[in-house]
C-alpha cells in the first residue's frame, strides 16, 4: 500500500472507510514511484523539492488523491494554511467518501485562514464517521471546541470594519537576525527589544525622532553580556529596565528576574531582584506598573494553579519587594499563563494563557482591574489571537497602538517586530502623563516627594510615585475620569491640582514643575479639589481627599494654625457672593473640626470678588477666580 506523507504533518488515526470512486491500486507505476521518492525527500526535510516531484506524479496521474493529501500536508507543516487548503479541496473533489478521515486536518487549515464556520463543519464530518480511535477522537473534540468559540466569539464581538493590517517596524529595528520581547516609555520615544544574533541573545534601543526610528543600536552601560537577557520591561519613565536572565552566576534558578537602573553613564550593571521574587522555579517576563510599585511575572512556583501562573509584588516603603501574590483563579488555570504586561492606564492587564478558551495553543487575553480583584479575561479574538501560539503583546500610551513578534511574509529574517492598531472592544484606557520637577519655592532646590493620583469618584488612589532624588516625576493619567493631583513632603505645604479627563481629553501632556511652600506664616497654597455645586456652600464627596490631606498636614504639624479663605468671581451681587465664599470657607473648618482638630487653630473668611487672581470677563478667568485658598498663620 502507498505510504501516505500526510502521515508527518497530522497524527490522525488511520482506519477503514467507504471508497467510493478513488482506487489507489489503480494509480499507474510511474506516478508511485514519484510518490516514493517524494517520501524520502519529505522525511530529509526538503518539502519544497518533495511537492514538485509530487507535482509531476499528478501530471502522471491528475486524479492521484494521496499526491494532493501529501501536498496538503506538507504546506500545512509550513503554515501556508491557503497552499494547503487548495489540496485537499482537489482530493476532497476527487472523492469525497474517501477524504472523510482527512477532514480533521482540513477542518484545522479552514480555521487558519479564519474559515472558522466551514472547519466547524468539516470537524462534524470527520466525527460522524464510524469507528474513530481514541486519539483522533481526542483531537477531534479538541478542534470543535475551540471552533465553536471562535464561531460564538465573531457573532458577540463583529469586526465591523476592524482591519487586522501589521506593519513591519521597518529595517532601522529589524534585522536579518531575530527580533523579539519589545517595551516602549509612555512618550513612545524610546523602544526597547531583544536581538539574538548567533544565539547570544542581547537589549538593542531605537528612538523616535522627526517622525522615523533610529538604527537599532545596542543599549550602553553594563547590562548586555555574554550570557542571555530576554523578555525585559522598561518603565514608563524610562528609567528602570526589568528582564529575564537565564543560567546567570549566583541566581536562585534557571531564570531568575534581574533590575537594571538608567545612569548618565548608562544601564547598570543588572541586580538579582532578590529570593523573594526569585526561587529555584522559573521566573520570567516581568512588567512594572506605571508607578513602578506592582511587578508582575509569570513564574511556576510550587502553589499555583498549574503550570506558569501570573504573580504580583509591591514595592515596600523600604524599596524591598513583597511577597508575591499569586493572581488567582480568575487569571490563573491549569495550563499555562505567561508575558503578562500592564498597561499605562494600570487597569488594563495582558497575557498568553493555554488554559483559558481560546483558538488553540495559548492565546492573548486581557483583563481588567476590579477593586481589589480582576475581572474575566477576554480573549482579543481573531485574527489577534489564531490557532498558533501567541507571543507577547505591549501596547502605547494612546491604548490603540500595539507591538508584538511575527514572522510575516515580509519579515527582514525569521522574527520580526511589527506594530498594529488593536480593535476598539479589547483596549486599555487612552493614558497621558504629566511630569516635571518639584523644588523648594525659596531655594529652587530639587525636592524628593510624594505624587500621588486619586480617582475623584472613588477616592481610590490610583498611582502613587516617589520622584527621583532631584524632584523629577512623572505620573500616568488614563482618560475618562476626573483625578485629584497632590503633591507632598514633610515641612511643606501640599500641591493640588485637578484633572477632569471624563468628558474632555485634553490634545496633549501635562508639564507642571511644582514650587512646594516651606510651612511658613503667610505661606498659601490653592485647594484645587474642592468642590461645591453651583452656587451652594454643600462640599460635594470628591473633596474629600483634600480635605483629608489637609487633616494629614494639621495632624503632623500639631502647632499649625491655618485660614481657609473663600473666593468667587464677580457674577451676580457682591454681598451674596460674601455671603457664599464665607460659607464656604466655614464648611471646610467645620469638616476639620468634625475630624479633631481644635477649633482654635482654624479661622476662616469670605472674600466673594473682592480678589480676583485672573480677569473676570472669560470663563477661564471666572473658574480661576472661583476658588479656595489655605493660608498659614502661625507655626
Known sequence: MIKKII?????VGLFCSARAQYDPDKVSKKAKALFEKAYGIAMNGDYAESIKTLQDAIKIEPRFLEAYLSIAGMYFEQKNYPRALENYEKAKGIDSIWFKEYNLPYSINLAGVGEFKKALQAIDEFLSVPNINAQSRKAADYRRKTYQFAVDYSNQHPAGSYRFTPQNMGDSINSVHLEYFPTITIDDKDFIFTRRVNGNEEFFESHFENGHWTKAVLLPGDINSNLNEGASNISQDGQWLTFTGCNFPYGYGSCDLYISYLTPQGWSKPENMGNRINTESWESAPSLSPDKRDLYFSSGRPGGYG??????????????WSDPENLGPEINTIGDEIAPFIHADNQSLYFTSTGHLGYGGSDLFMAK???KGWGKPVN??????????????VIAADGKTAYYTSDRTDTRGGLDLYSFELREDVRPARTLWVKGKVFDKKTLKGLPSGVELTDLSTREVISRVQTDATGNYLITLPVGKDYAFNVKRRGYLFFSENFPLSQKTPDSTYKIDIPLQPIEANASVVLKNIFFESGKF????ESTIELDNIFQLMKENPTLKIQISGHTDNVGKATDNMTLSNNRAQAVVKYLISKGIEQTRLTFKGYGATQPVADNTTDEGRALNRRTEMQVISQ
Not at 538 to 541: I, R, S
Open 7 to 11: 502521515a508527518i504533518s497530522m497524527l
Open 307 to 320: 503550570g506558569q501562573d501570573l504573580y504580583v509584588s509591591h514595592q515596600l516603603p523600604n524599596g524591598r
Open 369 to 371: 482591574k476590579q477593586g
Open 380 to 393: 482579543l479574538g481573531y485574527p489577534i489571537n489564531t490557532i498558533e501560539n501567541e507571543g507577547s503583546l
Open 538 to 541: 454643600d462640599l460635594k464627596p
